[in-house]
């Protein structure tokens, strides 16, 4: 048994919701983290003798390697592996693993990669680009003895272990996000990352506990330590008491009541104590999550981030497996529309090709309709795979980060085209699917007028509109402070599109992470949004909060916002609101 050591608490952004209980498991970046078990006093011997094999294994290896790289290339080129081996000779170093395997009684490559981490974590922060430097040469000597370990016989197959644990990691891309063990997998905590990164929008859609921006924390938590992850707050309880986990065990219990509590709401309208009637739907990332969209009681999918699905790491899935999938989801949702989000690549998302050279700013480089655009071919076996599954029930079009008319009409031009060529194959699609686009770009919102006139609808992208209104990287967590949702810009904005599309006859609807803000809704109802759509875990609770909303006071309130001058200002005003329609859902 570890040592219990004091209880201590490390505070990071709540990424998503949830309270998960565990021993810890801890992942830096560069390379997986190997299995990690806990060894008896007498199997101590044992594991320094596997770390003593595996480091003459890879000497040997470097040495080889030398020799061959010398006769092949010269003395010069093979000093880089003499640089390795002398890694492997630093009495430091060995000292310090053959220490942790007595200290931590964990396995020999575990306590030989947590030394390894911690070393590399410090010299990827020196400021000596010498030292930074060597950071690669030493990380790639770790891979080997980590290889190295694996022939034994007691080796384990998998790179994260087969009990529950939290897993707490340098940075977790969408992708490793997406492909999450949930068996194992109660929560995570990320250093990187912050609660608009895509990262942490799975982790919502996918339910899973996640806290990020736990900064410099990766080399001071030590794996298998109990754990509370707090999704709430964002607070990573490390050791906790046996009071503190009571009251979370508690606060667990509570939570799950009051959901109960809130799905008796399912088969209820979202309408305003006056009345006024929105739409509500839900964001999906997965077809899997179409049951949750049914048990939550959402009105359709506003948005099916078809990226996830496109881009999973295999070939690009052919025009008919895109059509069954899409006829899963109309099916699914059939009497209510579901809204497919074209292909939405790049920023922080999967990229869907290797550049040549790495973009300097993501965010602002090929990404969503852009790349559609480029790839010509890749779109329109997308919209006809789209326009084929509408006629098994009511689809929409959406198309991501729209700047301006010309994209919008060359967009509308290939569904034409896709239509036409639909239509002389006497394939079945709805002709009259809506079409709708993103407002998620300043220059699209103050467009909003000629833009409506070509669409259906509207969708606001709140994440992206944010950043790209007030300039902040949406996962950057330095500037993370900066990022504000009711920015007067960005308020305003919002509400010229949605005036927009009021005049030309069109709705609006909001499918960012603002949509889903407990403390936000109150101006949303205000600003006159007529579909909402959020994660399937926060739907019942907003449906609530709208249900408890007078629409003419909100409309009144907006009045106030539309001239405040400030962020908090305008918080406060909603916030103030939300406090007193439904205090309840805010704990
Ligand atoms: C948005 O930008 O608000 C949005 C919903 O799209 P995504 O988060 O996928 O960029
Ligand atoms: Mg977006």
Same mark, same amino acid.
């Given at each position: 048994m570890l040592p219990k050591e004091q209880e201590t608490i490390i505070q990071g952004s709540p990424g998503s919701p949830g309270i998960a209980f565990g021993p810890v498991h801890v992942e830096a970046r560069g390379f997986s983290a190997p299995d990690v078990y806990e060894i008896d006093e007498d199997q101590i011997p044992l594991e320094e003798e596997r770390f003593r094999l595996s480091l003459e294994k890879t000497k040997q290896e470097l040495d080889e390697?030398?020799?061959?790289?010398?006769?092949?290339? &010269? $003395?010069?080129?093979?000093?880089?592996?003499?640089? @390795?081996?002398?890694?492997? $000779?630093?009495?430091?170093?060995?000292? +310090?693993?053959?220490? %942790?395997?007595?200290?931590?009684?964990?396995?020999?490559? !575990?306590?030989? !990669?947590?030394?390894?981490?911690?070393?590399?974590? %410090?010299?990827?922060?020196?400021?000596?680009?010498?030292l930074k430097e060597r950071a690669t040469d030493v990380d790639d000597v770790c891979q080997r003895v980590l290889r190295n370990f694996q022939h034994d016989d007691e080796r384990h197959d998998t790179n994260r272990p087969e009990h529950q644990h939290i897993l707490v990691a340098y940075d977790l891309s969408p992708s490793d996000t997406a492909s999450i063990d949930r068996k194992h997998v109660q929560g995570f905590a990320t250093e990187q990352g912050s609660v608009n990164s895509h990262t942490a929008i799975l982790a919502r859609s996918l339910g899973i506990p996640a806290i990020v921006g736990i900064e410099g924390s990766v080399i001071d938590i030590q794996t298998l330590s109990d754990c509370i992850l707090d999704g709430y707050t964002g607070k990573l309880i490390l050791n906790p008491s046996a009071h503190t986990v009571r009251k979370y065990q508690e606060r667990a219990e509570h939570k799950k009541l009051a959901r109960k509590e809130l799905e008796k709401l399912r088969e209820e309208k979202t309408t305003t104590t006056d009345g006024h009637r929105i739409t509500l739907s839900a964001n999906i990332e997965f077809t899997n999550e179409l049951t949750m969209v049914k048990e939550s009681g959402a009105e359709g999918v506003g948005l099916f981030r078809t990226e996830f699905y496109l881009l999973d790491g295999r070939e690009m899935p052919s025009e008919t497996d895109q059509a069954s999938v899409y006829t899963e989801v109309a099916?699914?949702?059939? /009497?209510?529309?579901?809204?497919? +989000?074209?292909?939405?690549?790049?920023?922080?998302?999967?990229?869907? $090709?290797?550049?040549?050279?790495?973009? /300097?700013? /993501?965010?602002?480089?090929?990404?969503?309709? +852009?790349?559609?655009?480029?790839?010509?071919?890749?779109?329109?076996?997308?919209? +006809?795979?789209?326009?084929?599954?509408?006629? @098994?029930?009511?689809? &929409?079009?959406?198309f991501p980060m729209i700047s301006g008319l010309r994209e919008v009409r060359a967009a509308k031009e290939i569904v034409k085209e896709s239509m036409d060529e639909l239509h002389k194959e006497d394939i079945p699609f709805d002709p009259d699917i809506e079409i709708g686009v993103m407002i998620e770009i300043p220059s699209a919102a103050m467009m909003a007028g000629e833009i409506a006139r070509e669409v259906d609808f509207f969708s606001i992208g709140t994440n992206d509109l944010i950043q790209y209104t007030v300039a902040v990287d949406r996962v950057n967590h330095y500037v993370a402070h900066l990022y504000k949702p009711t920015h007067p810009a960005v308020i305003r904005l919002m509400n010229i599109a949605t005036r927009a599309a009021k005049e030309h006859g069109i709705w609006t609807g909001v499918c960012g992470e603002m949509a889903a803000d407990l403390m936000i809704t109150p101006l949303l109802v205000g600003l006159g949004i007529d579909e909402l759509s959020v994660g399937t875990h926060k739907l019942p609770s907003i449906k609530k909060a709208v249900r408890s909303l007078s629409q003419s006071e909100c409309s009144e309130m907006m009045k106030e916002i539309l001239s405040a001058p400030s962020s908090p200002d305008i918080s406060a005003l909603s916030e103030n609101m939300a406090k007193l329609k439904y205090p309840e859902l805010l704990d």
């Amino acid at each position: 048994m570890l040592p219990k050591e004091q209880e201590t608490i490390i505070q990071g952004s709540p990424g998503s919701p949830g309270i998960a209980f565990g021993p810890v498991h801890v992942e830096a970046r560069g390379f997986s983290a190997p299995d990690v078990y806990e060894i008896d006093e007498d199997q101590i011997p044992l594991e320094e003798e596997r770390f003593r094999l595996s480091l003459e294994k890879t000497k040997q290896e470097l040495d080889e390697l030398r020799n061959h790289i010398e006769k092949l290339s &010269g $003395e010069e080129e093979g000093k880089i592996f003499g640089a @390795h081996l002398m890694i492997l $000779e630093d009495r430091t170093l060995l000292t +310090r693993v053959n220490q %942790a395997i007595v200290k931590r009684k964990q396995n020999a490559e !575990y306590a030989f !990669y947590a030394v390894m981490q911690n070393f590399l974590e %410090a010299m990827r922060r020196t400021n000596d680009p010498y030292l930074k430097e060597r950071a690669t040469d030493v990380d790639d000597v770790c891979q080997r003895v980590l290889r190295n370990f694996q022939h034994d016989d007691e080796r384990h197959d998998t790179n994260r272990p087969e009990h529950q644990h939290i897993l707490v990691a340098y940075d977790l891309s969408p992708s490793d996000t997406a492909s999450i063990d949930r068996k194992h997998v109660q929560g995570f905590a990320t250093e990187q990352g912050s609660v608009n990164s895509h990262t942490a929008i799975l982790a919502r859609s996918l339910g899973i506990p996640a806290i990020v921006g736990i900064e410099g924390s990766v080399i001071d938590i030590q794996t298998l330590s109990d754990c509370i992850l707090d999704g709430y707050t964002g607070k990573l309880i490390l050791n906790p008491s046996a009071h503190t986990v009571r009251k979370y065990q508690e606060r667990a219990e509570h939570k799950k009541l009051a959901r109960k509590e809130l799905e008796k709401l399912r088969e209820e309208k979202t309408t305003t104590t006056d009345g006024h009637r929105i739409t509500l739907s839900a964001n999906i990332e997965f077809t899997n999550e179409l049951t949750m969209v049914k048990e939550s009681g959402a009105e359709g999918v506003g948005l099916f981030r078809t990226e996830f699905y496109l881009l999973d790491g295999r070939e690009m899935p052919s025009e008919t497996d895109q059509a069954s999938v899409y006829t899963e989801v109309a099916e699914s949702t059939r /009497p209510n529309q579901a809204i497919i +989000r074209t292909l939405d690549a790049g920023g922080d998302k999967i990229p869907i $090709e290797p550049l040549s050279q790495p973009e /300097p700013n /993501p965010f602002l480089g090929w990404r969503g309709i +852009r790349v559609s655009l480029t790839r010509k071919t890749l779109f329109k076996e997308q919209l +006809r795979a789209i326009l084929r599954a509408s006629a @098994h029930g009511k689809l &929409g079009i959406m198309f991501p980060m729209i700047s301006g008319l010309r994209e919008v009409r060359a967009a509308k031009e290939i569904v034409k085209e896709s239509m036409d060529e639909l239509h002389k194959e006497d394939i079945p699609f709805d002709p009259d699917i809506e079409i709708g686009v993103m407002i998620e770009i300043p220059s699209a919102a103050m467009m909003a007028g000629e833009i409506a006139r070509e669409v259906d609808f509207f969708s606001i992208g709140t994440n992206d509109l944010i950043q790209y209104t007030v300039a902040v990287d949406r996962v950057n967590h330095y500037v993370a402070h900066l990022y504000k949702p009711t920015h007067p810009a960005v308020i305003r904005l919002m509400n010229i599109a949605t005036r927009a599309a009021k005049e030309h006859g069109i709705w609006t609807g909001v499918c960012g992470e603002m949509a889903a803000d407990l403390m936000i809704t109150p101006l949303l109802v205000g600003l006159g949004i007529d579909e909402l759509s959020v994660g399937t875990h926060k739907l019942p609770s907003i449906k609530k909060a709208v249900r408890s909303l007078s629409q003419s006071e909100c409309s009144e309130m907006m009045k106030e916002i539309l001239s405040a001058p400030s962020s908090p200002d305008i918080s406060a005003l909603s916030e103030n609101m939300a406090k007193l329609k439904y205090p309840e859902l805010l704990d």
